[in-house]
């Protein structure tokens, strides 16, 4: 069973930054599709970045790009969200995600778009942009 836990968040002015992390245990290996999934109040938890597991592959939500980077430390089993240029649109808890592709059968290579493609996910973490 994997756990992962989410830090990093607070209180930031908007144009500031702040950097997530996301640590993993009890997965095994490194072998997992992990993303950055938010959700602001009275709206659907929506997906923000993802990679697959090898990071090769990365999606980007139109929203925050060129503004967010998703990366990950294998040898700590950690990833990071990179949140620049902040704005009031950007508060919301933020949470982490993973899947083993090999157990949901999918393509390696794929990063799964959705919240029900994931299977493991953190207990979020507050980001909230002052205007």
């Known amino acids: 069973q994997v756990q992962l836990v989410e830090s990093g968040g607070g209180l930031v002015q908007a144009g500031g930054s702040l950097r997530l992390s996301c640590t993993a245990s009890?997965?095994?290996?490194?072998?997992?599709?992990m993303g950055w999934f938010r959700q602001a109040p009275g709206k659907e938890r929506e997906l923000v970045t993802a990679t697959n597991w090898s990071g090769k592959n990365r999606y980007v939500a139109t929203s925050v790009a060129g503004r967010f980077t998703i990366s990950r430390e294998y040898a700590k089993n950690t990833m990071y969200l990179q949140m620049n240029s902040l704005t009031p649109e950007d508060t919301a808890v933020y949470y982490c995600?993973?899947?083993?592709?090999?157990?949901?059968?999918?393509?390696?290579?794929?990063?799964?778009?959705?919240?029900?493609?994931?299977?493991?996910w953190g207990q979020g973490t507050q980001v909230t942009v002052s205007s």
């Open positions: 009890g997965g095994g290996d490194s072998h997992y599709c």
């Open positions: 995600a993973a899947v083993d592709p090999r157990v949901r059968g999918y393509d390696s290579e794929w990063t799964p778009r959705h919240r029900d493609m994931y299977d493991y």
